[in-house]
């Protein structure tokens, strides 16, 4: 029996069986039903056609048995074209263009079709102007962007159902798509014990089986029902260019600021009063552009006092200058303005439980405090004694409108104090991040799971924003602030920031002064650099260590740092250090 098998089967190798279709309907049947599935599938294509098919057999019909109809059709015809034209009636056309598309298409069928009832379709010039019509008319519908899209998408949509098996989503539902200015919108219906986290972990396998760009899709989570969600498809990049800031929008803290603008073009709008902000991004992500836009804003505004700390020897904060009551460049400068500024919170909360008010309600008069720390890494690891401020600030300061603005490229757990500082940021601004775990660190534990991707940010400027009333994933672009933007805004309200009330200053008068550390000023300065610069490990100095080998300030450091960068006589080995 076995050596049968073997037979029969090198039998079958050499003589294979041919494959036969067997069809098993008659062909006419087979054919027609082809036919009939391909005008089906191509039906948007082929409308002008069929109505213009449509449009002769009415008229033959018409003229036939009503020929007196005419003036009837011609009316008919002319109120139908009014409803298109000027309320986008029956199809909900929004757009002017597609409204005036429609009324012409109205009038030029009507007018048709009162001819061919009154004279007959086939006489005179009525069969080449029907042609004509079709044809010329018809240009616009096939070249039409929406409308085929609105085919893609309907061909997806019928197809989701094996889509959605193939990646693993079997038994989820597209309960309606809509076709938008950027792309297609589709609201799902989930398979029962299926969430919106089983879908975000499949967004790269959707991307693929739609044939998308990566990156393409977006997942949002219907608020209303756990089981639904809604699934954006990103076909045109809304945030491909920069999104110039159109100028401060608030004029009092109590104003939400606008960061930006979301991929739907909806404003990306946060409040900032009694609240903590952090911004974190990787090098050139564009947290200097954030920070900038919330400066502008608040340099606006009247009833905050702004102070700035910027280790970078003031480089990104010093444009500001002027509207900043205070800006320490060095960890001393910066470890006594935070000083100064938990006294200013302590004195604060000291009169509010005194006079039994609960918050500090900012005025022109009795101002917020809000203090900007570029980034924040730098203050930890060179200002210890500041970081217990700045948590003592964090902790306590909400209530009294003494508030934190931090922006850094990595909120490590040493830099954020194992996450308490983090913890009471409430207001997170996440740009692109180099390492996904990153995402968690900035915006919390469970937020890249959760579909928060800011490692798969493509440009500088875009963003995502945890906050009051932002609590979904949606990507966000910052808006553009320019140099001259910066030095416009800074120079326009600089003559109008208010001064620090009464209360506060003299907290800040009755402070210990700290000394000032003695330095010893090296006898030649430019030589003791080159030198330190010369006999550099190989991963470099540090700027602070730079001060030290010098005892020049840190804007002196700054700048001959650059000029021997220029002259190509020093290079930064990482970011911050430097050797010759
Ligand atoms: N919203 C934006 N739209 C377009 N371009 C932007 C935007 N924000 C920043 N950029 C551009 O990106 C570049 C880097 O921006 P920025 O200096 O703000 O980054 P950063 O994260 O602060 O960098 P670093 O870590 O070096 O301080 C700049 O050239 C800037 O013009």
């Given at each position: 029996?076995?050596?049968?098998?073997?037979?029969?089967?090198?039998?079958?190798?050499?003589?294979?069986?041919?494959?036969?279709?067997?069809?098993?309907?008659?062909?006419?049947?087979?054919?027609?039903?082809?036919?009939?599935?391909?005008?089906?599938?191509?039906?948007?294509?082929?409308?002008?056609?069929?109505?213009?098919?449509?449009?002769?057999?009415?008229?033959?019909?018409?003229?036939?048995?009503?020929?007196?109809?005419?003036?009837?059709?011609?009316?008919?015809?002319?109120?139908?074209?009014?409803?298109?034209?000027?309320?986008?009636?029956?199809?909900?056309?929004?757009?002017?263009?597609?409204?005036?598309?429609?009324?012409?298409?109205?009038?030029?069928?009507?007018?048709?079709?009162?001819?061919?009832?009154?004279?007959?379709?086939?006489?005179?010039?009525?069969?080449?102007?029907?042609?004509?019509?079709?044809?010329?008319?018809?240009?616009?519908?096939?070249?039409?962007?929406?409308?085929?899209?609105?085919?893609?998408?309907?061909?997806?949509?019928?197809?989701?159902?094996?889509?959605?098996?193939?990646?693993?989503?079997?038994?989820?539902?597209?309960?309606?798509?809509?076709?938008?200015?950027?792309?297609?919108?589709?609201?799902?219906?989930?398979?029962?014990?299926?969430?919106?986290?089983?879908?975000?972990?499949?967004?790269?396998?959707?991307?693929?089986?739609?044939?998308?760009?990566?990156?393409?899709?977006?997942?949002?989570?219907?608020?209303?029902?756990?089981?639904?969600?809604?699934?954006?498809?990103?076909?045109?990049?809304?945030?491909?260019?920069?999104?110039?800031?159109?100028?401060?929008?608030?004029?009092?803290?109590?104003?939400?600021?606008?960061?930006?603008?979301?991929?739907?073009?909806?404003?990306?709008?946060?409040?900032?009063?009694?609240?903590?902000?952090?911004?974190?991004?990787?090098?050139?992500?564009?947290?200097?552009?954030?920070?900038?836009?919330?400066?502008?804003?608040?340099?606006?505004?009247?009833?905050?006092?702004?102070?700035?700390?910027?280790?970078?020897?003031?480089?990104?904060?010093?444009?500001w200058s002027s509207c900043l009551a205070r800006l320490a460049t060095t960890?001393?400068?910066?470890?006594?303005?935070?000083?100064?500024?938990?006294?200013?919170?302590?004195?604060?909360?000291?009169?509010?439980?005194?006079?039994?008010?609960?918050?500090?309600?900012?005025?022109?008069?009795?101002?917020?405090?809000?203090?900007?720390?570029?980034?924040?890494?730098?203050?930890?690891?060179?200002?210890?004694?500041?970081?217990?401020?700045?948590?003592?600030?964090?902790?306590r300061g909400r209530a009294v409108a003494v508030d934190l603005l931090t922006?850094?490229?990595?909120?490590?757990?040493?830099?954020?104090?194992?996450?308490?500082?983090?913890?009471?940021?409430?207001?997170?601004?996440?740009?692109?991040?180099?390492?996904?775990?990153?995402?968690?660190?900035?915006?919390?534990?469970?937020?890249?799971?959760?579909?928060?991707?800011?490692?798969?940010?493509?440009?500088?400027?875009?963003?995502?924003?945890?906050?009051?009333?932002?609590?979904?994933?949606?990507?966000?672009?910052?808006?553009?602030?320019?140099?001259?933007?910066?030095?416009?805004?800074?120079?326009?309200?600089?003559?109008?920031?208010?001064?620090?009330?009464?209360?506060?200053?003299?907290?800040?008068?009755?402070q210990p002064r700290a000394l000032e550390p003695p330095t010893t000023i090296?006898?030649?300065?430019?030589?003791?650099?080159?030198?330190?610069?010369?006999?550099?490990?190989?991963?470099?100095?540090?700027?602070?260590?730079?001060?030290?080998?010098?005892?020049?300030?840190?804007?002196?450091?700054?700048?001959?740092?650059?000029?021997?960068?220029?002259?190509?006589?020093?290079?930064?080995?990482?970011?911050?250090?430097?050797?010759?």
């Amino acid at each position: 029996m076995r050596a049968y098998g073997r037979r029969h089967r090198r039998w079958s190798r050499r003589n294979p069986q041919p494959l036969l279709l067997v069809p098993d309907e008659p062909l006419l049947i087979a054919g027609l039903a082809a036919i009939g599935r391909a005008l089906f599938r191509y039906r948007s294509g082929l409308a002008p056609i069929t109505s213009g098919l449509v449009l002769e057999v009415a008229g033959l019909l018409l003229h036939h048995k009503q020929p007196g109809a005419w003036p009837m059709v011609a009316v008919l015809a002319t109120l139908a074209a009014l409803a298109a034209g000027l309320r986008g009636w029956p199809w909900g056309l929004i757009r002017l263009e597609e409204r005036a598309y429609a009324a012409s298409v109205t009038v030029v069928a009507g007018g048709w079709l009162a001819a061919a009832t009154a004279i007959g379709p086939g006489r005179g010039p009525l069969p080449t102007a029907l042609l004509s019509a079709v044809v010329v008319l018809g240009v616009p519908w096939w070249a039409h962007r929406r409308r085929r899209a609105r085919v893609r998408v309907d061909r997806v949509v019928r197809a989701w159902p094996d889509l959605a098996e193939a990646i693993g989503l079997d038994g989820s539902r597209v309960m309606s798509a809509v076709v938008d200015t950027w792309g297609w919108r589709a609201r799902m219906k989930l398979r029962p014990g299926h969430s919106v986290a089983d879908v975000i972990a499949r967004v790269p396998a959707i991307e693929s089986a739609l044939g998308t760009r990566p990156g393409a899709v977006r997942v949002e989570q219907d608020p209303a029902h756990a089981g639904r969600c809604t699934m954006r498809v990103v076909a045109i990049d809304p945030h491909a260019g920069a999104i110039p800031w159109p100028g401060p929008s608030a004029r009092s803290l109590a104003d939400p600021i606008e960061l930006g603008v979301f991929e739907d073009a909806t404003t990306v709008r946060v409040p900032l009063l009694r609240r903590h902000v952090l911004i974190g991004g990787t090098t050139d992500s564009g947290k200097s552009g954030v920070l900038n836009v919330v400066l502008g804003n608040l340099a606006a505004c009247s009833d905050v006092v702004l102070w700035g700390i910027d280790l970078k020897g003031g480089m990104e904060l010093r444009p500001w200058s002027s509207c900043l009551a205070r800006l320490a460049t060095t960890s001393a400068e910066a470890t006594q303005l935070l000083a100064d500024a938990v006294a200013i919170l302590d004195a604060r909360a000291h009169a509010s439980g005194r006079d039994n008010t609960r918050v500090w309600e900012p005025t022109p008069t009795a101002p917020a405090l809000v203090i900007v720390i570029d980034e924040y890494a730098e203050l930890a690891d060179t200002a210890p004694a500041a970081v217990g401020h700045a948590e003592s600030i964090a902790r306590r300061g909400r209530a009294v409108a003494v508030d934190l603005l931090t922006a850094t490229q990595r909120p490590t757990q040493k830099a954020m104090g194992g996450g308490a500082l983090r913890s009471q940021m409430s207001v997170r601004v996440c740009l692109r991040v180099r390492e996904r775990r990153d995402v968690d660190l900035i915006l919390d534990k469970g937020m890249l799971a959760a579909g928060w991707h800011a490692h798969t940010l493509d440009g500088p400027g875009k963003f995502y924003v945890l906050a009051d009333g932002h609590n979904q994933p949606r990507r966000a672009r910052g808006y553009l602030v320019t140099d001259e933007h910066v030095r416009e805004t800074a120079a326009r309200y600089a003559d109008q920031r208010p001064d620090l009330d009464p209360l506060s200053r003299a907290a800040i008068e009755h402070q210990p002064r700290a000394l000032e550390p003695p330095t010893t000023i090296a006898d030649d300065p430019e030589q003791a650099l080159l030198t330190a610069l010369a006999h550099a490990p190989d991963d470099g100095l540090t700027v602070p260590e730079l001060i030290d080998a010098t005892g020049m300030r840190r804007t002196w450091v700054y700048d001959r740092l650059q000029a021997l960068a220029a002259a190509g006589d020093a290079r930064q080995v990482t970011r911050g250090r430097w050797r010759a």
